[in-house]
């Protein structure tokens, strides 16, 4: 949908998130097993902070080494988030 300006608008959902036990997670330590037994230890939402660097090592992007770039939660439970705000925006240009 394009804006009154023409530009294409983009929508961005924020959530109210109850992380409850929270698991943090390393990037070397996202495979489904350990998802699965992080959860089976009574950890509600997994954690994962950007690493300095990634398993690629020092240099290598983190689009290339899996590695974060921002902070991430991750819950399992669709009840655990609540949309709270619609943000409605257009990139410039």
Known sequence: RAGPDGRR???MFLCKVAAGRTYPALVQEMSH??????LGQGHDSLVGQ????GPGGAGTPPEESGALNYD???V???RAALP???VVYSLPG
């Open 9 to 11: 608008l983009r929508c």
């Open 33 to 38: 097993e350990s998802v699965l037994q992080a």
């Open 50 to 53: 950007p690493a300095a660097t």
């Open 72 to 74: 991430e939660l991750v």
């Open 76 to 78: 399992y439970d669709e």
């Open 84 to 86: 709270s705000y619609l």
